[in-house]
């Protein structure tokens, strides 16, 4: 099964695939002792990711290469956590995956040398304060005379929902992503929003500004139920450029409108796809590819709606013929 839609993992994604923002990211936040120690200019994206299906829903990763000074590989693994809420297991996570890296390696006869050294870091945006413990080993019953047999790790944390918003440092993309990843839970995101939008004005007259605001637009239409389309549609106009001596509002609501109906279309479609998949298996998510081709979210709802009473495939496939 594919990976459902999680507005989450698409909008880190979107801003921590962007090499500038990761080298900017790493260059502002990693300690010293690190920075110092690596070339963060070599860093790489890796298009792999290891996290396991059923946890899907809670985390989002991202691999990157790079190089110590001295020019020896080694990786930086970032494990996004997108729940309300630590994840006291999140060294064995952590210790799964990075176990995962380095077997991909070994099969990709990659260490002949040795192991390349990887850096687990985790970003989180939840309401409740991280409290979990930095290392493995705090997991496992033991004592001194035993610790020295268990495998133990520590990892970074950047807890970004309980920093002040003068501590999210960063050109304008990675900022606009700590800050909406910071509010996107909290009821005082409307008041917030127009600020943070507000910091894409410098780049609102290239094409690349533009496109991070729909992809803003799209994230917040499906990530958070704090903000409403007219508050969405105040906050967009802030941004936009001046013509006149006039807003153009106009722009500002075809903005937002088309990032509320992706928002719409991929959440229906994530719905669609966990109902098939529940309901009957594999066979139903080959229905799948053409019905990711349909763009009209009424008929969308009313494939949600069937698959809730279809007893069998063929119904499905009447509402979809039907409509067509």
Wanted: no cysteine; net charge negative.
């Amino acid at each position: 099964m594919s990976k459902l839609f999680n507005p989450h993992d698409k909008f880190f994604k979107d801003v921590w695939s962007r090499q500038e923002v990761a080298r900017d990211f790493l260059a502002r936040y990693l300690p010293v002792e690190l920075s110092g120690l690596l070339d963060v200019d070599s860093l790489e994206l890796s298009k792999d990711s290891f996290i396991d299906e059923s946890l899907n829903e809670h985390f989002s990763d991202l691999l990157y290469k790079i190089s110590t000074k001295d020019g020896m590989p080694a990786y930086v693994y970032m494990l996004f956590e997108h729940k309300s809420y630590p994840d006291r297991l999140i060294t064995f996570h952590l210790l799964r995956y990075m176990v995962k890296i380095w077997d991909l390696g070994l099969k990709q006869q990659k260490y002949n040398e040795g192991f390349p050294p990887i850096i687990p870091l985790v970003l989180y945006h939840g309401e409740a304060e991280w409290k979990v413990a930095d290392n493995f080993i705090s997991l496992v019953l033991g004592n001194d005379a035993l610790n020295s047999y268990i495998p133990d790790f520590r990892y970074l944390l950047y807890d970004i929902s309980h920093k002040d918003d003068a501590e999210l440092k960063g050109d304008v993309v990675l900022r606009v992503g700590l800050l909406l990843f910071k509010y996107v839970f909290r009821d005082d995101l409307p008041e917030h929003l127009p600020l943070i939008l507000g910091l894409l004005k410098e780049l609102s007259a290239k094409r690349t500004g533009l496109e991070f605001l729909e992809t803003v637009l799209r994230y917040l239409s499906g990530g958070t139920e704090k903000i409403d389309e007219e508050n969405l549609r105040r906050a967009v106009e802030t941004v936009l450029p001046y013509e006149g001596g006039k807003l153009m509002p106009t722009i500002a609501e075809k903005w937002v409108e088309k990032g509320m109906q992706q928002g719409k279309l991929e959440g229906l479609l994530d719905a669609i796809e966990l109902g098939l998949s529940l309901k009957f298996g594999a066979s139903g998510l080959s229905l799948m590819p053409s019905i990711r081709g349909v763009e009209n979210l009424a008929l969308l709802e009313a494939v949600k709606e069937a698959i809730k009473v279809a007893k069998d495939l063929s119904e499905i496939k009447s509402v979809l013929q039907s409509n067509n």
